[in-house]
């Protein structure tokens, strides 16, 4: 039997109902009269027979553009750019993309990197100004037309549809389980910063890298995953679980496709601006190598924490804040904790008692980084949300996460606010509560994510795919010789003829 008839086999199986799976879910279905019942029409059908038009893939595709909808509502008070009053702030709407419009000179013609440095990766750049140029191209022709505004909402169209498209590739990698899109759908992180940047194009463009790894395509991800890469610099994370895991199965010359494809395409997307025109391209490494600690992060709420649990004297640096003052020695730290986190991913897949999914190592990979990171921007959320669909479609801690996810939200608007204003709206230390209870939740993810690695019975995936749905040829293939005859003599065999008699 063919791969691609097996797969069709396999992706038309019983679907999955939270209401019957999901312990949180189950629970508060009770409030609309418990689980579905077991003569549920849709409970029978299977999943390429659906007559219905409201499908649950069209209902979760509905969600998030009503989801979207109200984010660009919750968003409307800051389009029209006249930020009187901080109203950016008191009605929580701001955005880099309307702001960056002026800051970055697309609104005098300007082009990055060519005209002017730009802080973010190439790709996001070319992004700002294929979108920003014949936005002012048009403003010289109508001067009537408010700029800023057309910009932004033009942005947010093409990002909305890189979510949707998200939405659709989760719904594709999981067709079994079609409502663990929902999960991202409906995400109160979502609805609050959407369109905060244009994280959702390293997002949309990484999900459909995963999308091609699973359909067996390995170039074509690493391609994907490169250009993600050259938005947003988390996606290439992704290459590392690839590698271990195709180490491990004996895929390895798969994995190194992907990651050699990323690769030229990282470069050949840089190189255009950073051989011409280097230092502004370097702003962006530059920024990151020079900046001190941020609001939010581990070593932010450390420096709070120094003057708290134990006082200094006067001039004397408690010592995150004497990380803040040799920002280079900040930035080892960082690099090195991190880098221990991705040994630690990568000795888990390796001696794990069964060989883990892609997702979970990837979202422990990327959550790593930011909780040792000096920056973590509100809207880095969104790099966490698919991944964190993929590994563990469990509604209560996600919930929960979102919850603190929301909390930091708007304790972050409450410090913008108190800053831009003298006078703090709270006291200092609830900001730290909500980014402590936000870094608390991403790290209880990551433990529960462990655990299910670990006790791969407990994964919510695997008891409806016989293996990994997104692992591409990984999916169903047997642990490499060398790795059976490692694990071997580190754990060898009990033999039941000789082993000892029970006392």
Not at 256 to 278: K, Q, S
Not at 336 to 343: D, I, N, S
Request: glycine content about 8%; some cysteine; hydrophobic content about 50%.
């Amino acid at each position: 039997m063919s791969t691609q008839s097996t797969a069709r086999i396999d992706e038309s199986g019983p679907v999955d109902h939270p209401s019957r799976s999901d312990g949180f879910v189950r629970g508060a279905s009770e409030l609309i009269g418990g689980p579905l019942g077991d003569h549920a029409v849709a409970l029978r059908r299977p999943v390429d027979r659906e007559g219905r038009f409201w499908t649950a893939a069209r209902i979760v595709l509905a969600l998030v553009c009503l989801t979207l909808a109200l984010h660009w509502v919750q968003k409307s008070p800051c389009q029209d750019g006249a930020w009187q009053n901080n109203v950016q702030y008191t009605r929580m709407c701001y955005s880099d993309v309307l702001a960056l419009y002026y800051a970055e000179g697309l609104n005098e013609g300007k082009v990055p990197y060519v005209d002017h440095p730009v802080e973010y990766p190439v790709l996001t750049g070319y992004f700002m100004g294929a979108l920003g140029l014949p936005v002012h191209a048009l403003g010289v022709k109508n001067p009537t037309i408010n700029q800023g505004q057309w910009f932004y909402n033009l942005n947010a169209l093409v990002l909305s549809v890189l979510a949707v498209a998200t939405v659709a590739v989760i719904l594709n990698l999981r067709r079994r389980r079609p409502w663990d899109a929902a999960m991202f759908a409906l995400a109160p992180a979502l609805l609050l910063t959407a369109t905060v940047n244009w994280d959702l194009l390293a997002v949309g463009l990484a999900a459909f890298g995963l999308l091609a790894w699973a359909r067996r395509r390995p170039a074509t991800a690493g391609v994907l995953l490169g250009l993600a890469g050259a938005a947003k610099m988390w996606p290439l994370f992704l290459l590392g679980p690839i590698l271990v895991l195709g180490l491990r199965a004996g895929r390895l010359r798969a994995a190194l496709t992907a990651t050699a494809a990323g690769l030229v395409a990282l470069i050949v997307v840089n190189l255009p601006m950073a051989i011409p025109y280097r230092d502004n391209w370097n702003r962006f490494f530059e920024l990151n190598t020079t900046r001190p600690i941020d609001w939010g992060t581990l070593w932010y709420i450390g420096r709070y924490l120094d003057g708290k649990v134990s006082p200094s004297e006067p001039g004397d640096l408690g010592p995150f804040e004497w990380l803040n003052a040799h920002i280079p020695t900040l930035n080892w730290v960082s690099y090195l904790l991190f880098g221990m986190a991705c040994v630690g991913v990568a000795a888990l897949a390796l001696l794990a008692p069964r060989r883990p999914r892609l997702a979970p190592l990837a979202f422990l990979v990327v959550a790593a980084f930011l909780i040792f990171s000096k920056v973590w921007s509100q809207q880095f959320v969104l790099w966490l949300l698919p991944l964190a669909v993929l590994a563990r479609p469990r509604w209560g801690a996600f919930l929960a996460w979102q919850v603190a996810e929301v909390c930091y939200f708007t304790a972050f608007y409450g410090e913008l606010l108190g800053s831009a204003t003298g006078r703090p709206v709270f006291p200092e230390g609830v900001f730290v509560l909500a980014a402590s209870l936000r870094l608390i939740t991403v790290a209880v993810l990551c433990g529960f994510v462990i655990r299910d690695i670990v006790r791969p019975e407990r994964d919510a995936v695997r008891a409806t795919y016989a293996d990994d749905p997104d692992g591409g040829v990984l999916d169903g293939a047997a642990d490499a010789p060398w790795h059976e005859r490692w694990r071997n003599r580190v754990n060898p065999p009990t033999d039941p003829a000789t082993a000892p008699a029970p006392a």
